[in-house]
């Protein structure tokens, strides 16, 4: 349960009180109050440099017999100039993960007034709503015994609340139902998580939002000649699919916003095989897939007035004597022939395929979620989205939208002569160009099966999954971009009426 209380903090009747304050060096002055109550601890904490508020830090208070609260988590957010909505985020839920190893707590949770500046309460409310959600889930979701444990209350305390508060706690949770969603999708192993299993969750999904539900099965991708996806699909024992799933939520508007997304759930590299150490991560192939369904169930959750479509291409990339090899040719959907040189580029063999059906399908802004390529990780690091596209417009949306919620993205370049790069000898193209600028030569295949819909294409190789944990969250999926996507689609503009005379 979560609610929102104007009661003051520090009379909340919760095992913990979490309290989160900017970095300052000494006691912020808005906390001067709490402290008096506190008969001075919160001052003597400061002066003896114990806490002073700095990003990601935490101290707690045991067994105070001077507040309601049985305990305090003083929590840093760092300075309140460098503040985002993901640093926001990373604070709150460093000190939640600290709390929520038992089950049964009730919390409460205080922004100090001078990190609340700047920041509408309605954020805030669905900020703490939606950690306190994604908080919950830890990677283990093979471990016999949980680790981490849902809330029973969950006190957001605000001075003064919006009018449509707990409409803001429901949202909070929808988003951060959503990357947790992701999240557990990606961390289950490929052996259960498998193309099959994908269709039954993205059902499962559509039957409890309300989404229109469709699945092309093997047969139906070979009448479409998704030869490209099939080559792939061929090695494994699994049958691949594409899934649509849609949310209408505008009948009025002709925007029609179609998420394709890579859902290979395991690259082993096919005969071109990787070697272990870049295998066996490899069950997280499928996060683009797992990030599209999440983001159209969250879109339907919140009734957003937008119509937008999740496909998913799910497949296996797998070895066996029915492999697709080094060297075949591939026709794909649109008649492109296809040199494949490296069977582990499956990833935009399977998009060239999805791509120009989502376009054949009435999309008319079209964005791809990939885990694409190791040289966009070389390029940008773990934690950044590489952005590829001819389309300004629908770019500086997704721009705007990860900026909001504080996820980062960064625009790549597609220059025209790194198509000279794809050119074979036998076919119109290679699924491979030369090593340096691996992730644009990837983008600029895409691209050749897009037209002139407007299309972006985000390769998240990097930020869908973490090799370590932090102290905000644990290894495995991150569910990175869900909350991009799901406020793309919330500020996506509605088409004005027609003007009355
Ligand atoms: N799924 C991988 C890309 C990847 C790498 C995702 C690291 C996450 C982390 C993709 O299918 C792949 O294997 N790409 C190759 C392309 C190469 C053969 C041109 C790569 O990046 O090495
Ligand atoms: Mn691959
Ligand atoms: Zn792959």
């Not at 002055?29 to 440099?49: E, F, H, M, P, V």
């Not at 994908?198 to 047969?219: G, I, K, S």
């Not at 099966?449 to 998240?460: A, E, M, Q, R, S």
């Amino acid at each position: 349960m979560i609610r929102i209380t104007t009661d003051s903090a520090v009379s909340l009747e919760v095992d913990w009180l979490v309290l989160l304050s900017g970095a300052h060096e000494s006691l912020p002055a808005d906390l001067r109050q709490t402290d008096q109550q506190l008969n001075g601890k919160l001052g003597s904490i400061w002066s003896r440099n114990e806490f002073a508020g700095d990003y990601c830090k935490t101290l707690s208070l045991r067994q105070l017999t001077e507040i309601s609260p049985v305990n305090l988590l003083l929590a840093g957010i760092g300075q309140t100039e460098e503040l985002s909505a993901e640093r926001l985020r990373r604070s709150l839920l460093t000190a939640l993960r600290k709390i929520n190893k038992q089950p049964g707590l009730r919390i409460g949770v205080r922004f100090a007034d001078h990190v609340a500046v700047g920041w509408s309460a309605s954020t805030l409310i669905e900020l703490a709503a939606d950690c306190a959600t994604v908080a919950v889930v830890d990677a283990g979701v093979h471990k016999q015994k949980p680790s981490r444990f849902d809330f029973k209350e969950v006190h957001i305390a605000v001075d003064q609340p919006p009018v449509d508060a707990d409409e803001h706690v429901k949202s909070g949770r929808t988003i951060g139902s959503a990357v947790s969603g992701t999240r557990c999708l990606v961390n289950y192993s490929a052996y259960q998580m498998t193309p099959e299993r994908m269709v039954e969750e993205a059902r499962e999904l559509a039957n409890q939002c309300d989404l229109e539900f469709q699945v092309l099965d093997a047969a139906d991708l070979a009448r479409e000649n998704m030869n490209a996806m099939l080559a792939v699909a061929q090695g494994s024992d699994r049958t691949p699919s594409l899934v649509r799933l849609s949310w209408r939520g505008n009948p009025t508007s002709s925007d029609e916003i179609g998420l394709a997304g890579k859902g290979v759930t395991f690259d082993s590299g096919g005969l071109s095989i990787k070697p272990t150490e870049s295998m066996v991560a490899m069950k997280s192939d499928m996060a683009g897939a797992a990030t599209v369904m999440e983001a159209v169930g969250a879109a339907a959750s919140l009734r957003l007035p937008v119509n937008v479509t999740a496909w998913l291409g799910l497949v296996e990339n797998m070895i066996s004597g029915q492999s697709y090899r080094p060297g075949d040719v591939v026709t794909a959907r649109t008649g492109t022939t296809i040199e494949v040189q490296n069977t582990d580029a499956e990833g935009r063999l399977v998009l060239a395929d999805v791509l120009s059906y989502a376009i054949d399908h009435g999309t008319t802004h079209l964005i791809d979620l990939a885990t694409l390529t190791g040289a966009c990780v070389v390029a940008l690091g773990e934690e950044i989205t590489g952005m590829f596209g001819g389309c300004d417009e629908l770019s500086g949306r997704i721009e705007q939208a990860a900026t909001n919620t504080g996820e980062y993205v960064w625009p790549m370049p597609m220059h025209a002569h790194f198509d000279e790069l794809l050119k074979s000898d036998v076919a119109d193209c290679r699924n491979v160009g030369p090593r340096w600028g691996g992730a644009v030569t990837a983008a600029c295949f895409l691209r050749k099966f897009v037209g002139t819909t407007p299309w972006v294409h985000l390769d998240i190789a990097g930020p869908s999954w973490a090799n370590t944990s932090a102290a905000w969250c644990d290894s495995g999926g991150t569910g990175a971009m869900v909350r991009t996507l799901i406020q793309l689609l919330r500020q996506w503009p509605v088409q004005s009426q027609p003007a009355r005379h």
